[in-house]
């Protein structure tokens, strides 16, 4: 079965291993089917409906997207708000269309690791920071899996550095 990555870059044009992650995804249609929200809602208006059928086909869900500001971009916030209703994704009546999934995320940081740690310049570990995004998809009964990281871009976007990036993705997502 296909595994749904679901892409939230607000300048995908400009991104530097995101855009390089979507183009190897491509290589692969039979394993991978890449929504990105930003090139299907342009102006941001999701289609609710569209987006919960979607999520019901798919067993396997990615969540890709850059980490800044401490923090996933505005838009999977509202995606989120928007997608993951009462009555669908969770409530006595809901069914818990989420429920079992398994859900995981797939996150590019400029910093290095060893920032994000206690003895680090940011304090605390990815694993600290994620937490809301591991506590809602269990509030909602889906099966979230250990996220998937690649830091460093800020200080070493070379090409070298970015198709490193790309077997450990591939690895991740064929291990999830």
Not at 120 to 130: A, D, F, S, V
Not at 150 to 175: C, M, Q, R, T
Request: aromatic share 18%.
């Amino acid at each position: 079965m296909k595994t749904l990555i679901i892409v939230i870059h607000p300048d995908i044009q400009n991104a530097v291993v995101n855009r390089r992650w979507i183009e190897e995804l491509g290589k692969f249609p039979d394993k991978f089917h890449v929504h990105q929200l930003h090139e299907v809602y342009p102006d941001e208006k999701i289609d609710v409906p569209a987006e919960q059928k979607l999520i019901e086909a798919y067993e396997k869900i990615v969540f890709q997207f850059p980490y800044y500001w401490f923090n996933c971009p505005a838009f999977f916030k509202k995606w989120l708000d928007e997608v993951l209703t009462h009555g669908w994704a969770y409530g006595s009546k809901s069914g818990y269309k989420v429920a079992g999934k398994k859900i995981a995320l797939a996150i590019s940081l400029g910093v290095d690791q060893e920032e994000l740690s206690s003895s680090g310049i940011y304090k605390y570990p990815l694993e600290e920071l994620t937490r809301p995004f591991e506590l809602s998809f269990e509030y909602v009964k889906a099966d979230y899996r250990p996220f998937f990281a690649y830091y460093g871009i800020e200080h070493n976007a070379s090409k070298e550095w970015v198709e490193k990036s790309v077997p450990l993705y591939l690895d991740f997502l064929d291990k999830l």
